[in-house]
């Protein structure tokens, strides 16, 4: 939450130099607050597991989020009952009138296949289109900021030789950034991909920054001001075990998979994942609640205009 302080005190510009939320005195005043409006539009198989740490990171600050689960209008999951998804979801093609101060668009697991090939890309590329003026603030990620960046900026996925997979040490490259209040110099980040996208093509593309980037895995966090976005490559989400699930999953399949770099203590699977990452997480996914929070409109007729 932000700090009410007046904007003739020193304290005022050193504070909003450093990125810490400040208002002045009048701008408080005229705040109004209601419920954040938050859509997640779950691409995932495991639905309940998905929700779960979604809700887990947007619920734990002390706004009222109001939570709507979104599914593709055509796309019938295979892992989630049936009795499930038609309590608790409603389709893109239910809300599309509606308006949102946020929402969050979940990776999938398709990476390899090219974007068209995908069956539901061309509702997709709708909900994208559809964030510009019924949405105020998207968080795209995994697969889900992939496809964001490339929609709207023409960013290629390339696929890798071997499946990026691990905790890997990330950098701080804009502390300054409102979304990255309060993080260390460095964190540590949940990678599970085939695919990457390169940092000299998204600078190459206009009004891109990066603000969190790995030697090891590239570009994680990327700002997309003309579009109210942030796009994730990587897993904030994920809980101490989803690593292990996957790892499990792969061995059990037989299918060819590394141990994930950084994960289990010394790199043994037979002990226990040491969760590194949940305090990044909270803070994330915190600061882009707090951000909505400040900008959105009072009125919700009005996002988008």
């Known amino acids: 939450m932000p700090i009410k302080l007046p904007s003739a005190l020193p304290a005022f510009d050193v504070l909003k130099d450093e990125g810490v939320m400040v208002l002045d005195e009048d701008t408080a005043s005229r705040q109004d607050i209601r419920p954040l ?35 593709m209008s055509e796309h019938q999951t295979k892992n989630t009952a049936a009795e499930h998804m038609e309590e608790f979801y409603v389709t893109f093609q239910d809300v599309k009138d509606q308006k949102f101060d946020g929402l969050i668009i979940t990776g999938a697991p398709i990476e390899h296949m ?32 992939m496809a964001m960046i490339n929609h ?36 540590l980040i949940p990678v599970s991909r085939w695919t990457e996208m390169r940092q000299d093509e998204i ?35 994920y809980d101490s075990g989803t690593l292990k699930q996957e790892y499990d999953r792969d061995i059990a399949e037989g299918t060819p998979i590394n141990v994930p770099t950084n ?8 002990q226990p994942p040491q969760n590194r990452w949940r305090s990044h997480a909270h803070l994330l996914y915190g600061n882009w609640i707090n951000e909505i929070y400040q900008t959105t409109h009072y009125d919700l007729a009005r996002i988008g205009t």
Not at 263 to 270: G, Q, R, W
Request: glycine share 6%; proline share 5%.
């Open 37 to 71: 409006r938050i859509g997640l539009l779950n691409l995932m198989p495991k639905k309940i597991q998905t929700e779960n740490q979604f809700a887990r990171l947007i619920g734990a600050t002390p706004l009222q989020i109001e939570l709507t689960l979104i599914r």
């Open 114 to 145: 090219p974007f068209t090939d995908v069956t539901y890309w061309e509702e997709l590329t709708e909900v994208m289109n559809w964030t510009q003026t019924n949405v105020h603030s998207t968080f795209g990620v995994c697969w889900g900021g």
């Open 152 to 187: 709207f900026h023409g960013v290629k996925k390339h696929i890798l030789d071997h499946k990026a997979f691990g905790c890997f040490r990330h950098e701080v490259t804009d502390p300054a950034s409102p979304y990255l209040r309060g993080f260390s110099d460095e964190c």
């Open 203 to 237: 600078d190459q593309a206009t009004g891109l920054k990066t603000l969190i980037t790995s030697n090891f895995s590239g570009p994680a966090l990327v700002e997309d001001s003309k579009h109210r976005a942030l796009y994730i490559f990587n897993h904030f989400e």
């Open 263 to 270: 994960y289990y203590p010394e790199d043994d699977p037979s």
